[in-house]
């Protein structure tokens, strides 16, 4: 059974740092692609960044610079450091897996979300 459990939400002020993990298990985690959204009620889920199983990564461009995505294969955990934060950035995070990319929407797997909140 496939499970991507998020942590690492939480409250932090304009311009601080939060680092997210997702633990993944039930799926050869070393071989896919995997990836943080973002999602605010009532907007599209936004991609934020992705990393693929050569570790190559993409950035959404609101992110470049202060975000890192990550992987650490030996423990099944994908990562998402985050600096600078904005309000805006207030959002559920959600970790995402699929074996590709383009696959993610019919047979990708999501995890139940980790909420930030970026306030004063």
């Known amino acids: 059974q496939v499970q991507l459990v998020e942590t690492g939400g939480g409250s932090v002020q304009p311009g601080g740092s939060l680092r997210l993990s997702c633990a993944a298990s039930g799926f050869n985690f070393r071989t896919y692609w995997m990836a943080w959204f973002r999602q605010v009620p009532g907007k599209e889920r936004e991609e934020v960044a992705s990393?693929?199983?050569?570790?190559?990564?993409v950035y959404s461009d609101s992110v470049k610079g202060r975000f890192a995505i990550s992987k650490d294969n030996t423990k099944s955990t994908l990562y998402l450091e985050m600096n600078s934060l904005k309000p805006a950035e207030t959002a559920m995070y959600y970790c995402?897996?699929?074996?590709?990319?383009?696959?993610?929407?019919?047979?990708?797997?999501w995890g139940q979300g980790t909420q930030v909140i970026v306030s004063a």
């Open positions: 995402a897996a699929s074996l590709r990319a383009d696959w993610l929407q019919d047979h990708g797997y």
């Open positions: 990393i693929e199983y050569d570790l190559s990564t």
